[in-house]
């Protein structure tokens, strides 16, 4: 092969790997795959609520379902691609989807970010690692949080998402209170499985210790159903 000829050939390999780099990321480095965006696409999920107040003996449970569809991006003030998250909540199986708020998600070469209730916050930091770390509310005023990425760590239904990953949100335990909070993640579905536990125990002299709840919430949210509309 000519000298000519090997130059042009290198080149040509370049320019097709840079083109192939970002898919590349995508699928097996940076894990971007763990936020898909697409238009279209849709996720429904199961919410079980149990709510406990200091005017009732027994709390209360309550079960919905959520859909997000995802639609069409659009570009925004800064230029970054976004997409509306369309939430749809009905009260029973049966029901019609009703609209209840429009969200917004986007991504970023080093981390995902989702905008509720008009509150940007960092989900996934890129490239995910185990014991990774970043402040989830940095695009935020609210108080600085560590949120911690571990991958593998039992939930249920684990079994039909291999190589999901857990984002630790907040783990704070003591004799008066406890607030967990956990999103789990899995490779081309995006959220799975979130916790969001917040109790406030007796602190009275004869049951502080005890680990009854005195008022507080626990809301579990587990996908049922996913694909591209």
Known sequence: MKKSNVLWYGLLVLVMAACQAPDAVNQEGAGYTYFPLEAGRFT????????????????????YYLKEVCGQPYSGLTGVEQFPIERYKKGTLEANWVLDSV?????????????????????LAFPLVEEGTW???????????????????????????????????RQDSSIVSLYKRHEVYAPGVGLVYKEDTAWEYCQEPACIGSGKIDTGTRRIIKITKHGVE
């Open 135 to 169: 402040n989830g509310n940095l695009l935020n005023t609210q108080p600085e949080e560590a949120y911690k990425v571990h991958f593998e760590v039992p939930f249920p239904a684990q079994s039909d998402f291999p190589g999901s990953l857990t984002v630790v949100q």
């Open 44 to 63: 429904e999920y199961e919410v079980n609520e149990i709510r406990y107040t200091v005017t009732s003996p027994t709390p209360k449970s309550t079960t």
């Open 103 to 123: 969200w917004t998600a986007y991504r970023l070469p080093d981390r995902a970010v989702r905008i509720e209730n008009n509150t940007a916050f960092v989900k």
